[in-house]
Each structure stands twice: as structure tokens, then as C-alpha cells.
T-cell receptor, first 115, second 112 residues
Framework: DQQVKQNSPSLSVQEGRISILNCDYTNSMFDYFLWYKKYPAEGPTFLISISSIKDKNEDGRFTVFLNKSAKHLSLHIVPSQPGDSAVYFCAASAGGTSGTYKYIFGTGTRLKVLA | DAGVTQSPTHLIKTRGQQVTLRCSPISGHKSVSWYQQVLGQGPQFIFQYYEKEERGRGNFPDRFSARQFPNYSSELNVNALLLGDSALYLC???????????FGQGTRLTVV
């Protein structure tokens, strides 16, 4: 049961253009979402997060949008740069009754920014 | 400031052996979580420790165990290794149980 889905395994974008990475979730109890970037042979690097009380959060070139009714979030990167080429994971968590705040990750989208 | 550090970075073990992986969190972080990532998948939650107590456990067999020390560092132990345990094991630390998690570079475990 894949509760967090990233249906696009890969995405190619021209340098300077917008990259849009999508993520869908099925668990309505999820109320905190994060995006991570991962280069080969490194651990995931935190990019940006959003709480379910918001529908948008922005940090420099990165903006995350949350559509709770559609159970969908997206990460926009503007402008895209070659150094953004990596695998991007979305992750979600629910307030745990036992105090467990584990993150459920999607399978990732490989972004390639073409120079 | 030092980030999350994990050791060793690579490890090769034989089926049936036991392995211990180590993690030092970012200074001031009290929560440590462990994740397993196999090729083509996202990280899968194994354990969360906060203030030296286990606060959550993922869907992993009892062969997997962990602990957190008074200095908030942590160890993940896996007994009776199987070929399917081959994966990248990631440690993440955070200030609190519900906060952005910062990952280490991981330990690549290969079971042969």
C-alpha cells in the first residue's frame, strides 16, 4: 500500500525553465509534508516543508503547493539549474497517537536539468 | 557545524552474520530515526528514538533493533542477516519528534 506516490519516475527540463514535481497521497491523516533532494552516494537533503494549515510555502527558488482536497502536493523550482539534477522525494507524516512521527516517502522523481 | 555522521560508509557481511551501524546526530538534536532504502524505492522507516526511548517502529522483523545513548548517538543492529537486508541505511536527526529530519550520508550494507 503506497500511501505516497510520485508517478513520474523522471523529468527533463531546460536550464532556466520551471521544474514541477508532483506527489499524491492517500492518507487523509497526513498533515506535514516535506521535499528532499538526493544525489548519488549521499543522504537526502532537506529542501522545504509545508504544514496542512497552509497551501503554499516558498523558500528562494523552491515553492511547495498543497491541495488538501485533491491530496496532492507539488514542488516548483524556478529557475531550474543544472545543479538541481538529482532525485527528489516527497515525504509525509501524520500526528501519531503514540508520538511516532515517521515519514512516509514516495519512490522519487529523477530530475535532469539540461544546460 | 557537523551534520549527521554515520559509520561505516560501506560494509560487506555474510548471510547469518550480525551488523551494527552507528549514527551521531547534529548537536542539539534529540531525535534519531533510522530508514532503509533499497534501489528504486524511497526510504522506509525502521525506528525513531527520542530522549533515549523508542518512540516508533516500522514494519521490520525483530532481527532489527536499535538504541540511543545519553549523548543522543544511536546504533542500529541487525541480526541473522539475509540477502534482502542489502540496502542503504540512513540515519536522520531532528530537534524534536515532529520537525524536519536531516539525514546522514548513509551506510551501504551488502550481504553476500
Amino acid at each position: 500500500d503506497q500511501q505516497v506516490k510520485q508517478n513520474s519516475p523522471s523529468l527533463s527540463v531546460q536550464e532556466g525553465r520551471i521544474s514541477i514535481l508532483n506527489c499524491d497521497y492517500t492518507n487523509s491523516m497526513f498533515d506535514y509534508f516535506l521535499w528532499y533532494k538526493k544525489y548519488p552516494a549521499e543522504g537526502p537533503t532537506f529542501l522545504i516543508s509545508i504544514s496542512s494549515i497552509k497551501d503554499k510555502n516558498e523558500d528562494g527558488r523552491f515553492t511547495v503547493f498543497l491541495n488538501k482536497s485533491a491530496k496532492h502536493l507539488s514542488l516548483h523550482i524556478v529557475p531550474s539549474q543544472p545543479g538541481d539534477s538529482a532525485v527528489y522525494f516527497c515525504a509525509a507524516s501524520a500526528g501519531g497517537t503514540s508520538g511516532t512521527y515517521k515519514y512516509i516517502f514516495g519512490t522519487g522523481t529523477r530530475l535532469k536539468v539540461l544546460a | 557545524d557537523a551534520g549527521v555522521t554515520q559509520s561505516p560508509t560501506h560494509l560487506i557481511k555474510t548471510r547469518g552474520q550480525q551488523v551494527t551501524l552507528r549514527c551521531s546526530p547534529i548537536s542539539g538534536h534529540k531525535s534519531v530515526s533510522w530508514y532503509q532504502q533499497v534501489l528504486g524505492q524511497g526510504p522506509q522507516f525502521i525506528f525513531q528514538y527520542y530522549e533515549k526511548e523508542e518512540r516508533g517502529r516500522g514494519n521490520f522483523p525483530d532481527r532489527f533493533s536499535a538504541r540511543q545513548f545519553p549523548n543522543y548517538s544511536s546504533e542500529l543492529n541487525v541480526n541473522a542477516l539475509l540477502l534482502g537486508d542489502s540496502a542503504l541505511y540512513l540515519c536522520a536527526s531532528s530537534l524534536a519528534r515532529r520537525a524536519e529530519a536531516f539525514f546522514g550520508q548513509g551506510t551501504r550494507l551488502t550481504v553476500v
